[in-house]
């Protein structure tokens, strides 16, 4: 095991502090202005005269929670404003990602296409488009290729030539700033600040660095949620058995159970649950979302096993298998590079032949760029550092293998000795109810901010016992210096033995069971410990 720095609640608090150094502790008065956005102003010019002429307007989205997100943001504000606006989703198994090819019949006959949370890269539709007659206005925040679609405007704070002061936005937060111009612009009685509700679970949802902006916007959500009197919001409340939000409730229960519906069949499911009419609406349509969800842990916990059984002595991996579901392969791929401390790449064989899937990155290594040097291989290719999205002709599997492994040996990327997440060696004198009231003060946390996760060694197990529908987890019960505490290992069949000296790596929890607060450690991993 590393051997950590020891940490106690100050030095924790000074280090948690010190990741807010470079942009402080920022408000939503602190928001860049929407003019900031490179082509937003025209843009909103082109969707004003669409409104004044009555042209037809159709919004194509994505079927992630960011873009399920960013649809319900924009339909509820043109309904607000009592102006027509169409709209699509792509469905993940017919018509692929974004504005492609596909969706062009389906937007026949319109005057205006929006993209939220896509675009960017859908140089061919854009094409399409074109020749039809019909203006493009893309709002993105992914990654610029090579050369750009041709559109009416591009929103996308990427462009080098944008002077929109933060990258890492997402795509609900541009069409949030779409919407804050266009209320502007036409002098409208709307309360841009309620979409903050939503705009928070995309933050959350699709991994943005919970600093600067992204922080400010966030924390003003979820206050917002807790308070809000949204069908969706109170159908999950009750889902929960909970009366308020914390992060951690919209990035492991909320975000999964969206994203099931366009993994699993259409995400349109998720935005008619964000949209419902009524409490009754949203109970539907969220019992809908939940059974998806519950098949796709189901469908997922299979593959990633299959998946495991495939692994080669490789720096990269990329695992194939013939009719492994879609939907489910990025989780699959976070998996099993989490399980084997490597890239990762998912594929399975499409009905047209291709291999189509999903890559996860592990530890310093850029997917993304060493990926980009194979793109003569592959048919379609997206993504950014972390994750990334690849089709390819079965013939050019073998080739891929080898040029990622040649790509990934000259960036010579290191392989980690540590977990970065863990700040350091904590003593269990030190956990108390005022360690978590400090851990809580640095709320919330995600990418960039992530939850303190602290190691513990010397620690005698003098307990264990299996729990869950399927005895699938596990609950402790540790003993240090005379201190007992309680933990839990979800999905784990690590069981030790009664007595022996451990060390754990955890996170901090307060759990509320039967109106009693308990400090319980959520246990990362476990293993036999030698002085």
């Known amino acids: 095991m590393y051997n950590y720095p020891k940490i106690t609640p100050h030095s924790l608090d000074k280090l948690l502090y010190s990741r807010f150094d470079k942009d402080g502790f920022l408000s939503l008065k602190d928001l860049p202005q929407p003019t900031l956005l490179k082509d937003l102003q025209k843009a909103i010019d082109r969707i004003i005269q669409a409104i004044e002429k009555k042209e037809k307007i159709i919004l194509i989205g994505d079927y992630d929670v960011d873009g399920v997100v960013s649809t319900t ?16 989703i792509p469905n993940r198994f017919r018509d692929g990602y974004g504005l492609s090819p596909t969706l062009i019949p389906k937007i026949k006959g319109y005057d205006l296409v929006i993209t939220v949370d896509n675009g960017i890269s859908a140089l061919e539709a854009s094409k399409m488009c074109t020749q039809m007659g019909i203006d493009l206005i893309i709002t993105d925040h992914h990654l610029l290729p090579p050369e750009l679609p041709i559109a009416y405007a591009i929103v996308d704070q990427k462009q080098e030539e944008c002077n929109f002061p933060y990258s890492e936005i997402c795509g609900a937060q541009i069409a949030w700033y779409l919407i804050a111009l266009l209320k502007s612009n036409l002098a409208l009685d709307i309360d841009i600040k309620s979409y903050l509700e939503l705009v928070a679970i995309a933050i959350i949802a699709d991994m943005m660095p ?53 993994r699993m069949e259409d995400a349109s499911f998720a935005v008619e649950f964000l949209m419902s009419a009524n409490i009754y609406e ?37 695992l194939y298998g013939n009719n492994w579901h879609e939907g489910v392969l990025g989780i699959v791929a976070a998996r099993v590079s989490q399980h084997c401390s490597k890239p990762t790449i998912i594929l399975t ?75 350091g060696e904590l003593n269990f ?38 729990m869950g529908k399927n005895s699938e987890h596990l609950r402790f019960a540790f003993l240090q210096e005379g201190i007992l505490l309680t933990g839990v290992k979800f999905k784990s ?39």
């Not at 796709?296 to 990269?316: C, F, G, M, N, W």
């Not at 003060?441 to 005698?460: A, C, I, L």
């Open 282 to 318: 949203s109970r539907i349509a969220l019992e809908k979302l939940v059974a998806f969800n519950n098949h796709r842990k189901d469908i997922e916990q299979k593959i990633t096993k299959e998946a495991l059984e495939q692994v080669y002595d490789s720096e990269v991996l990329v």
């Open 349 to 423: 064989k499409n009905n047209l032949g291709e291999l189509k899937g999903s890559g996860r990155s592990f530890g310093n290594c850029n997917l993304f760029d060493i990926t980009n040097t194979s793109r003569d291989l592959l048919l379609k290719f997206g993504g950014h550092h972390a994750a990334i999205g690849v089709s390819l002709l079965e013939d050019n599997l073998e080739s891929l293998k080898k040029e990622l492994e040649k790509s990934y040996k000259e960036n010579s990327y290191s392989k980690l000795e540590y977990d970065p997440q863990i700040v």
């Open 429 to 466: 004198r030190d956990i108390s109810f005022d360690l978590t009231a400090l851990i809580k003060k640095y709320e919330p946390y995600g990418q960039k901010n992530q939850r303190p996760k602290f190691v513990s060694r010397s620690v005698t197990l003098i307990q264990v016992d299996t």
């Open 493 to 531: 069949e690590n069981l030790l033995n009664i007595g022996q000296n451990v060390c754990i790596s955890y996170t901090i929890n307060e759990n509320y069971f039967r109106g009693e607060t308990t400090l319980q450690l959520l246990i990362d991993s476990i293993q036999a410990y030698n002085n």
């Open 73 to 88: 943001i924009m339909k509820l504000f043109f309904d607000e404003m009592g102006v027509e606006l169409d709209w699509i």
């Open 210 to 262: 919970l600093l600067h902006i992204n922080r400010a916007m966030v924390i003003s959500g979820i206050a917002m949620l807790n308070t809000s009197n949204r069908p969706f919001v109170k159908a999950f409340k009750e889902h929960l058995d909970k009366d308020t939000f914390v992060g951690d409730d919209i990035g492991f229960q909320l975000a999964p159970i969206l994203n099931s519906a366009g």
